[in-house]
């Protein structure tokens, strides 16, 4: 560690990591009632238990990318972060908001809630990803601006890199998408498109520009290699995400009440929207060929190359299987739907923060090298149950998306089964992707224990 | 391949493509604004309409269900609910609606279950009545059949 502010960073990846233990295991119970509808019924109803699960998702990605800032931004900048107060403060409070959030979900109805947080005098509960009250939303807003003031005056007052102009460009727009959240119109249609402005642009956006450079950090630093030559595919992995993407968000418009023309132009973009993707493996596997140093912490090494294969298997193959208009009438709002949103979160978002953590957490605990062996031993393996536990239940859920469409929607209206009817059918399926579910589990409990292994190295 | 580009091309295509992706997307978002209100009828969003999309918000009915595709996909599809369980008409629909949001949860052994949300009859009167807007909306003849 070469900034002892970047310490500031620890608390933001162990947070992160709690949450994803706690939303995985939301997934696991919501898997098991899509198998027995009585299941923990009334007490705690599917959308709670999704709002719980998705909402988890996405604050612990905000916590991993945060941390992953406040580590990396220091040694880009070649100066201590501006201020490691504020950071802690703002950890705290985002923090108590999102547990109190969270507690809010699980223990008052969600009607309740609204009336509780006042949520008429500014409506923007009760819609999907965001269902946080709208006081959680300020306090989201608050929160993220104190750390983009932070960074940015970090960045400022030091030396300006690609990645860091890069990373800073991808938390701004984070930032500014965001607003939309506290849209709200009479109209539900106006609601649905304004609301793809966050989801879409987001994670199919500005935080592909953040994967980029966070990947690029992790490579320079494990590899060793010429600066120029990582800024250039930088450079040309964003061009692709926002020439493809920002067009691509027609993709969402073909069937909730656009025009017509979104069908052409959401096709035609989208279907570039793996480039980025394949480029990032590119990327990935040849800054590895061409590296100048061999860095001890061969798993960091292995996290990365694994962010861009599972984020392009994900997000491009995953996401290109129903991106074509014509496909997507049949796919829209399918069990394949979700198949492509588990694999495509994990594999771009949850991977590249397991790749800072696995590359700066050695670090921030006194081992310059990585882990020791045998430590990373355990976190190889957790690796495998991770990724494979995450590919399986995407394959069980695109199984069941296939059944879904064959059953309910390619039928005409005499022969297509009902949903209900379609689902009863799929049930065998859904135990499948529980059992992979729980191989998910075990791979982050076999992750957290990695972190207790003792190695010679590491005491020496 | 990427030997012929330099850093500074790289850094061009990304300025430039991103400015251009930009322009086209705020371009296309102004005429889309423009054209909603007539694709979705806005002018028979009537008081009901909207008192149920606020009931729809507030008990998160989208985290089971989807709206024209999107939502959780655990429970039907409810953006042609009035075509597929009011036949198309609005007192049949209405009706039905009442004894089903009534009849929540159902005991059916295992089925999933939605949640007995206790809305008044009026309530429920604004929720079909959102729905029945949303039928309507314009939107390119999806889903493909009435099952949703």
Known sequence: MKYSSQMVAKPYFIFALILLAGEILFGLTMSVQYIYGDF?????????????????????????????????IPEEAERELWSPLLAKITFWVFVVAGVLTILGYLFVPYAELTKLTMNDLWPTMGREFLEQPTITKIGIVLVVLSYLLNVTMTVIKGRKTTVSIILLTGLFGLAFFFLFAFYFSDNMIMDKFYWWFVVHLWVEATWELILGALLAFVLVKLTGVDREHIDKWLYLIIAMTLIAGLAGTGHHFFYMGAPGYWLWIGSIASAAEPIPFFLMILFAYNMVKNRRIQDDNKIALTWAKGTAVVGFLGAGVWGFMHTLAPVDYYTHGTQLTAAHGHLSFFGAYVMICFTVISY???????????NGPKSQKVELISFWLMVIGMIGLTLALTVAGVMQIEMQRMPDNAHALSFMVAQAKIAPVYIVRSLFGVMVFVGLLTYFYSFFVKDARTVS | MTERITKDMARNIYFGGGLFAILVFVGLTFDTVHRIPELSHADKITKSVVAGKKIWEDNDCVGCHTLLGEGAYYAPELGNAFKRLGGGNKEAFRSFMQGWMAAQPLSTPNRRKMPQFHLTPTQVNNLADFLIWTSKVNNQDWPPNIQG
């Open chain 1, 360 to 370: 700066a957490m050695p670090i921030l605990r006194g081992r310059p090298h990585g």
């Open chain 1, 40 to 72: 923990l019924f009334p007490e705690l109803p599917f959308n709670v238990l999704r709002m719980v699960h998705v909402n988890l998702l996405i604050v612990l990605l905000l916590f991993g990318f945060m941390g992953s800032t406040y580590y990396l």
